[in-house]
């Protein structure tokens, strides 16, 4: 697959929102009062940034994509680390970018 900064950027939305959904699936499952973050808000106030920036991520909205610290503010802020977001990214292949485009059209 051709990477250039559309495709890295549509990669890191994909691979956010698999882990939002991890987090979502997680939530519906257990009982307990583990602090599962769900929405776009809460993953702001926890990384201390602004609801339109992780929302600009999640939905590879921005011109040049998130910058490093953003990227691993929202991911820290769900409760992953680096190296889940990392296995969830290798994973993407050119069919989720391209359903990824085609459900944004």
Excluded: H, Q
Aim: avoid cysteine; aromatic fraction near 6%.
């Amino acid at each position: 697959m051709e990477l250039n900064s559309g495709n890295i950027k549509i990669k890191i939305a994909i691979a956010l929102n698999r882990l939002l959904t991890i987090n979502i699936e997680y939530s519906k499952v257990e009982d307990d009062d583990l602090d599962i973050i769900k929405s776009y808000n809460k993953i702001a106030l926890d990384a201390d940034i602004r609801k339109a920036t992780v929302s600009d991520a999640f939905n590879a909205k921005s011109k040049s994509g998130p910058n490093s610290t953003t990227i691993v503010l929202i991911i820290e802020a769900m409760g992953f680390s680096i190296k889940d977001f990392a296995i969830i990214y290798d994973s993407i292949n050119k069919n989720d970018i391209e359903n990824f485009n085609n459900s944004k059209n």
